[in-house]
């Protein structure tokens, strides 16, 4: 055996692939495992668009974050020669006491982020695609942009493999236990490896894993429509960014990559739960297209009510949505990087970072109070045995 940390990554979706990419720059022996080959759609990477915002109406505090993963990004662009983030800018869309736009207007204040607020009649003028009622303001983060997920996280893992690492296609985990030597990683076909560390990633597969049962990480149901512009000149990313609409009918919607189409998901009601990320439904309730029909009726009459299609994935969500980054017990050399509750994409290759950081140094000066697992665990499974051993 070499004298270099080895590290387990289960899960080579989103966050793992670019663990998996920033352990194999670090030189560090890394072993990615997957249920499929990277870049596949099954998992919460799916669905083709995924936004990238710096102003953050989940909490200010995750700006420094952001600023770091949209450098990640570059970095794996220039690395892989592959573009991935398609600058565009983003609205949010609300009343100036919704809570969240005074989140997004407390960043672009706070971090002197590039950004706009416009109020509905100069928001009229340049975004005509919006319907805007009369005491609705517009703040736009020009920093923003669309992300291309599923070929994010194969240019992340081929770049990884490139670096040194192992990549396991096809390899489903089935066990992961403490040992005295370090971690054992038990996959199907009864073989399994052995590692100092591993880092935890399955997404919307978490509540599959033991270790992570304790901070009750769900798997949900996310729906995107699909729907055509009547002017797909009007909806490309030069002139309509992405939009995120607060209050009466909220709703997220990206412009087209496809010259003709515009992605629309629902915001504001309960995101039913999932049993089995692979067995997603092809159908949604009808009252999801009714609301779908009002959207665009009310917010967006530029494009056709009727969707040409529909996309039903999955990830997985804690209590507060907020993820879980760290040692969740019942181990500290097992590291979770998990439930970041359907807005973790722009953030995965930062993740990815503070993971790497977590299974080299036991620390991170990156990771934040909000992501930290001791939010959800209780005081029973804080003091699990084992904790103490450190590094094997
Ligand atoms: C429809 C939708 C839209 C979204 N929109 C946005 C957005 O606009 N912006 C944004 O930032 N975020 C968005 N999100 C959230 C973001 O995509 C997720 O938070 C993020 O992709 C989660 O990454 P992950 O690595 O946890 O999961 P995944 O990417 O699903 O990766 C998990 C991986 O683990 C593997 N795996 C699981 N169990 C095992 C096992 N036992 N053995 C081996 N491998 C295993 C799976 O095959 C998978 O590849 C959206 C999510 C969805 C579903």
């Given at each position: 055996m070499s004298g270099r940390l080895r590290v387990g990554v289960v899960g080579v979706g989103s966050v793992g692939s670019m663990a998996l990419w920033r352990l194999a720059r670090m030189g560090v022996q890394a072993s990615g495992f997957d249920?499929?080959?990277?870049?596949?759609?099954?998992?919460?990477?799916?669905?083709?668009s995924r936004i990238f915002r710096l102003a953050y109406r989940e909490g200010r505090d995750y700006v420094p974050l952001l600023k770091a993963a949209r450098d990640l990004w570059h970095e794996l662009e220039a690395d892989t020669r592959t573009r991935l983030l398609t600058p565009c800018g983003a609205l949010t869309i609300g009343?100036?006491?919704?809570p969240e736009v005074q989140e997004v207007l407390a960043c672009l204040e706070e971090y002197e982020l590039a950004g706009e607020v416009l109020d509905a009649p100069s928001a009229r003028a340049r975004y005509p695609q919006h319907t805007l009622a009369e005491d609705e303001l517009v703040v736009l983060d020009r920093d923003a942009g669309v992300l291309r997920p599923e070929v994010g996280v194969h240019a992340a893992a081929l770049l990884a493999e490139q670096l040194g690492a192992e990549l396991h296609r096809y390899t489903p985990v089935e066990e992961i236990e403490p040992t005295s030597q370090g971690v054992r990683v038990a996959v199907r076909g009864g073989r399994a490896f052995q590692f100092d560390r591993v880092l935890l990633a399955?997404?919307?597969?978490?509540?599959?894993l033991g270790l992570l049962r304790d901070v009750g990480i769900q798997a949900r149901e996310i729906v995107m429509f699909w729907v055509r512009a009547r002017e797909p000149r009007e909806y490309l990313a030069d002139r309509f960014p992405v939009a995120i609409r607060m209050g009466h009918l909220p709703f997220s919607c990206l412009p087209s990559l496809d010259g003709l189409t515009v992605k629309i998901s629902l915001h504001g009601y309960e995101r039913p739960q999932v049993?089995?990320?692979?067995?997603?439904?092809?159908s949604v309730d009808h009252h999801l297209v009714n609301l779908l029909e009002e959207v665009i009726r009310e917010?967006?009459?530029?494009?056709?009510?009727?969707?040409l299609r529909i996309g039903t994935y999955a990830d997985g969500f804690t209590e507060d949505g907020h993820g879980v980054v760290g040692d969740?017990?019942?181990?500290?050399r097992i590291i979770a990087l998990s439930?970041?509750?359907?807005?973790g994409f722009k953030l995965a290759p930062v993740l990815g970072e503070i993971g790497a950081q977590l299974a080299t140094e036991?620390?991170?000066?990156?990771?934040?109070?909000?992501?930290?697992p001791g939010r959800l665990l209780t005081r029973k499974t804080r003091t699990p045995t084992g904790r103490e051993t450190g590094a094997a």
């Open positions: 249920l499929y080959a990277p870049g596949h759609d099954r998992g919460a990477a799916g669905g083709e009343e100036r006491s919704d399955p997404g919307p597969w978490a509540s599959r049993d089995d990320p692979e067995s997603l439904r092809r917010k967006l009459p530029g494009l056709y009510g009727e969707p969740v017990g019942p181990d500290p439930g970041f509750s359907g807005h036991g620390k991170s000066s990156l990771l934040i109070e909000r992501l930290q």
